[in-house]
């Protein structure tokens, strides 16, 4: 019997800056000691969560009830988007859609804000990926190196048609778009073109990354998991106590991967 794991952007992101702490986080499970968040930095974070909640029911077609929101930069985050969203294409949405793609022994997964499979520009069958951004803007070629962009373009190239079998065509790598959308800069969305060479180089080392973690599954314990050499990571790891690097400082708080916020979802095993 195997474990088949399903592996989010956020874990492939902690396997490669350090497979100690993948293996105590997600494996081991032991509870990592989130550093206390100041008070504007909760407030950022309940922001940005109640942001998407709210785009989540417009999508939907739900009551967003606009007057009763009390929090003025929330209100003005919406106005903001009403008018300046990102032009969508038309075609069949999908809202707050989860999709998997085995990749080796094991799965890879994303969730997506919003999937819109339509007709591209051309008039050909496309996909297209919109993420709604509350932090600081980034630029292009650092989204494009992404763990977020290449999960999301990798999973909808390889198991997107699973949505919609019937738009199959639009799931190919050169019909796919990433776009992310920063309410801190919202008439300049990043769109990020994906096609078939990327996507080999994507998934190659994508597999390359999951056949490692698979590597190490059957040692079972910590010590067979290397440490990261380097030590700066160390000293933003709260798991200093169980890995002897105390040395290298004070922990931080715990990183986030591209400015999402710490991930509160566990590696899973499923039974194959």
């Known amino acids: 019997m195997t474990d088949r794991l399903t592996l989010s952007q956020s874990h492939l992101y902690t396997f490669r800056v350090c497979p100690r702490r993948f293996y ?21 974070y309940e922001r940005g969560r109640r942001f998407h909640r709210r785009l989540e029911r417009h999508f939907l077609g739900l009551p967003t009830a606009d007057d009763d929101e009390a929090d003025p930069e929330l209100r003005v985050w919406w106005d903001t988007f009403r008018r300046h969203a990102p032009p969508l294409p038309e075609g069949r949405r999908f809202v707050e859609a989860s999709l998997t793609a085995p990749i080796g022994n094991h799965f890879l997964t994303g969730r997506f804000d919003l999937l819109i499979v339509g007709d591209g520009a051309d008039g050909q069958p496309a996909a297209h990926l919109f993420d709604w951004k509350t932090g600081d803007p980034r630029p292009l070629d650092r989204l494009r190196a992404a763990w977020q962009t290449r999960v999301y373009l990798a999973v909808l190239a390889e198991a997107g048609a699973a949505l919609l079998p019937e738009a199959g065509a639009a799931f190919a790598p ?31 080392e994508l597999e390359s990354i999951v056949a490692a973690i698979d590597s190490l599954l059957p040692a079972g314990t910590a010590d067979a998991w290397p440490l990261t050499d380097d030590l700066s990571e160390c000293r933003r790891c709260a798991y200093q106590a169980l890995t002897g690097r105390q040395a290298a400082g004070e922990a931080g708080p715990a990183e986030a991967d591209e400015d999402e916020p710490p991930p509160d979802d566990w590696l899973e095993p499923q039974w194959g």
């Open 24 to 44: 105590l986080r997600y494996l081991a499970r032991v509870p990592w000691p989130e550093a206390p968040l100041g008070r504007a930095q909760e407030l950022a």
């Open 174 to 204: 050169d019909r796919l778009r990433l776009t992310y959308w920063y309410v801190a800069d919202p008439e300049q969305p990043r769109v990020i073109v994906y096609d078939a060479a990327a996507h080999r180089r994507n998934w190659a």
